[in-house]
């Protein structure tokens, strides 16, 4: 089994009003249900369905994925900072299971 | 293997090449999933006109990898309250999935713009549909070619 990891790049600071990029990967096989291992079984599904970034607990941000998302689903994206505060990324997983990871940013 | 070549004919080897780089050039998008595509976009949009809006859509004209080819998009808008793009779907229509993602933005994300990865399990057309919080949508979509296949997705 592989480990599932979550790694992020959030800046530590930034100015009122810049945007800054943020950066996400999770270490996931993304596995469709189709391939088939050495010994010709196949792999069951196992997909992220949909990525979510809360920050100071509101939704800003969300995807709803398929499997034609690569393997290790790796995101960036933008964010207008205003005020200091956290983020909260989730992904959640067809089987149920979930993943979180949290940043944080100081504005300053 | 070097015998083998050695006893195939000219017409053979023509055919051989011939057939080998198209199986690499052309794109095999049946035209079922390219509906397909239009399908779902008619269905987001109401089968409402596109407007005008600049979308940057950049995709690798030629994907060596098709199991990680990147995609970077920006959609034009200001991101306010009141005028911001809410989603941007990808589909591509050789993909036995060709719904991608659906990304689903807010105004405090300042612009709209995404980089990611996604599979191309052949070459095929990559669309972008950006629907606007008025309900108005704008398209955009390139073609990409695909010399080692990914996974079906």
Redesign the interface.
Known sequence: MTDIKARGKVPKTATVGE?IEIKTLLKHPMH?G??KDAEGKIIPRKVITDFRVY?NG??????????????N????????A?VSGNFEFLWLEDTGKEYKMLKSITVI | MKASMSIINRRQAVFCILSTSLAFHIPKVTKASQEKVFSYIEDITSGQKPIDKKISLKLPKVAEDGNQVKISFEVESPMLDDNFVESVYIFADGQRTPKVARFIFTPSMGICSITTKMRLSRSQNVYLLAVFNDGRHAISSSLVEVTNGGCEG
């Open positions: 945007i469709t189709r391939v920050f509101n939704l800003i941000f969300s995807i709803e994925i398929e499997p034609s998302l690569s393997s689903p790796y995101i960036v994206f933008p964010f207008k205003k």
